[in-house]
């Protein structure tokens, strides 16, 4: 909680640069603050895209699996399949491959399933996209001031940074 705080204290910082940017340069020791700042916003974005890349690839394997070994119980055979060849048909569609070569006979079914499988893992990923992305949506659309309280903002800002030159000068 307090690193969340922290990071939402470094936006308002540099939302609060941004905005007053166009009025004056910042100083020789606001510049640090700023280089450290663009860190934090890279080191964000950077975490931000490795956990949803995580939590996409996850999804990925997931339905995958689960759509193969559906694929592997409704098939005729499912009794002649040994658990380790399960295991290696659901762990990746390389597995699935490799499954194929030493079954020539039942090479197309495999591979068949083994499409269809990452077609439907592919899904849950989108999923969960199309989710992040609206949730990412409502979020700058319900927490984000709109026009009217910006301009106020930056007339806020303005004020406080102009008042501060005043004063050391």
Do not use: C
Request: charged share 15%; proline share 2%.
């Amino acid at each position: 909680m307090v690193a969340a705080t922290q990071i939402l204290d470094g936006h308002r910082v540099a939302r609060k640069f941004v905005l007053t940017r166009n009025h004056r340069e910042p100083d020789a020791g606001a510049v640090g603050v700023l280089q450290l700042l663009a860190q934090l916003a890279a080191l964000q974005r950077d975490l931000g895209g490795a956990i949803m890349q995580s939590i996409f690839g996850a999804l990925l394997a997931a339905g995958y699996a689960a759509s193969f070994t559906a694929a592997i119980a409704a098939s005729p055979n499912s009794q002649k399949v040994s658990d380790s060849v399960e295991a290696q048909l659901t762990k990746s569609f390389a597995g699935a491959e490799a499954v194929a070569q030493q079954y020539p006979k039942y090479a197309d079914q495999i591979t068949a399933a083994a499409k269809a499988s990452f077609l439907s893992g592919d899904q849950w990923a989108y999923s969960a996209g199309i989710v992040a992305v609206l949730l990412g949506a409502a979020l700058v659309f319900f927490m984000f001031p709109r026009k009217d309280d910006e301009e106020r903002l930056l007339a806020e800002y303005h004020a406080t940074d102009t008042a501060g030159v005043k004063a050391g000068s």
